[in-house]
């Protein structure tokens, strides 16, 4: 069963795990040591009680185990789409569902009009988590 919550800073070492080879190959972002972690953490923290809230950011969490993270940042009515797992959860449909409820939670819970989302070019799976969940191919991103 896959559900969504708001991360929390113990959080920490599961997030360096999601965060890591070969997880983030297709990302403009190194792999996570502890420290940065702690700090992507904090930061996730103070978004949580800011008014207005511009980023949902939350974990995905499979039978009490952190797998992932999906976020929404919100911008005005239309919110860009981002997520990330674990490479040992890869291929079992947890992106598909994570993303389905964040959709849920974007059109129902925060009213929004419209959800964009990009992926790497060879980042095949994610292209398919994508299209499963109702996004329109509209052309290659800059």
């Known amino acids: 069963m896959i559900s969504l919550r708001e991360l929390h800073p113990d959080d920490a070492p599961a997030l360096q795990h999601i965060y890591s080879e070969p997880s983030v190959r297709h ?3 190194p792999a996570m040591t502890t420290a940065s972690a702690i700090a992507w953490l904090t930061a996730r ?5 800011a008014i207005p809230r511009t980023l949902y950011c939350f974990g995905i969490d ?3 185990d952190l797998i992932g993270v ?9 919110a860009a789409l981002s997520y990330i797992l674990r490479d ?3 291929g079992h449909g947890y992106a598909t569902t994570a993303v389905t409820l964040v959709l849920d939670f974007a059109f ?3 009213q929004l009009t419209s959800v964009t989302a990009k992926h ?3 980042n095949h799976a994610s292209a398919r988590v994508l299209a499963k969940t109702g996004f329109t191919h509209t052309g290659h991103g800059a």
């Open 27 to 29: 990302l403009p972002r």
């Open 45 to 49: 923290a103070a978004e949580q009680r």
């Open 62 to 64: 499979h039978a009490g």
């Open 70 to 78: 999906v976020k929404l940042r919100v911008e005005g009515t239309t």
């Open 88 to 90: 040992d959860v890869w």
């Open 108 to 110: 129902r819970t925060l």
């Open 120 to 122: 790497h070019p060879d």
